[in-house]
């Protein structure tokens, strides 16, 4: 069974994306906003896809608030977890954005939120999970 991390600070956000991927792709699915379990978590091989929230509002390392853009950094940087393809989730939507966030980051993908189309991210997050097979 696939394992995805959900890094999503917003309790309806992390429902939905768990719900959804744990029904309609048959993951094993792992909440989590705390940075160490994070990055543990991504760079310890037991992760096939992290899903990152790129604003978190509760996350620190080393006592510093830490964005999802910087901890997809820290990953990408990991020898261990540079082949963990992460997908950055955000509202932050506008046009030149996602090109933004993912050259900043180093992430695979990107999914602008609120998830309109259950359908669709589904379909995205399954092609990713199959590429990282």
Same mark, same amino acid.
């Given at each position: ?12 956000? =992390? ?10 792709? +048959? ?5 989590? &906003?705390?940075?160490? $379990? ?5 760079? /310890?091989?037991?992760?096939?896809? *992290? ?11 080393? /006592?510093?608030?830490?964005? +999802? ?7 990408? =940087?990991?020898?261990?977890?540079? /082949? ?11 046009? +030149?954005?996602? $090109?933004?966030?993912? =050259?900043?980051? /180093? ?7 609120? %998830? %309109?189309?259950? =359908?669709?991210?589904?379909?995205? *997050?399954? +092609?990713?999970? &199959? $590429?990282?097979?």
């Amino acid at each position: 069974m696939k394992h995805v991390l959900v890094v999503e600070d917003d309790a309806h956000n =992390a429902i939905l994306f768990s719900k959804l991927l744990s029904k309609r792709v +048959g993951c094993r699915i792992t909440l989590s &906003e705390s940075a160490e $379990e994070i990055l543990a978590l991504a760079c /310890g091989g037991d992760v096939d896809l *992290v899903i990152m929230d790129v604003s978190l509002g509760n996350t620190s390392y080393d /006592g510093r608030p830490v964005s +999802g853009v910087d901890l997809t950094r820290m990953i990408k =940087a990991d020898p261990q977890g540079v /082949g963990v393809p992460v997908m950055l989730a955000t509202a932050h939507a506008m046009r +030149g954005d996602a $090109e933004k966030l993912l =050259a900043q980051s /180093g992430a695979d993908d990107y999914v602008s939120k609120p %998830i %309109i189309d259950h =359908a669709a991210f589904v379909e995205q *997050v399954r +092609g990713m999970l &199959e $590429e990282a097979a």
